[in-house]
């Protein structure tokens, strides 16, 4: 099963013991522009998702749902 981004975002946030806020402000983006990432408002931007990518130690591939290999 390919998980969503939104789905895996949230899961790597719990793992990680965060608050929306926290993540938001680790890779500079406001809360609510986080929150809306992971209620599939919106998605992110190249930059914001290598941010989000770094900030969890894991793979685009994986963060995107594409792989299962972090």
Do not use: W
Request: some cysteine.
């Amino acid at each position: 099963m390919v998980m969503k981004f939104s789905m895996r975002l949230r899961e790597l946030r719990k793992e990680k013991k965060e608050t929306q806020v926290q993540t938001a402000n680790a890779i500079g983006i406001t809360d609510r522009q986080y929150q809306r990432f992971e209620s599939e408002e919106n998605l992110p931007g190249f930059e914001n998702l290598c941010a989000l990518a770094d900030h969890f130690g894991v793979s685009l591939d994986y963060l995107a749902g594409r792989s299962d290999e972090r």
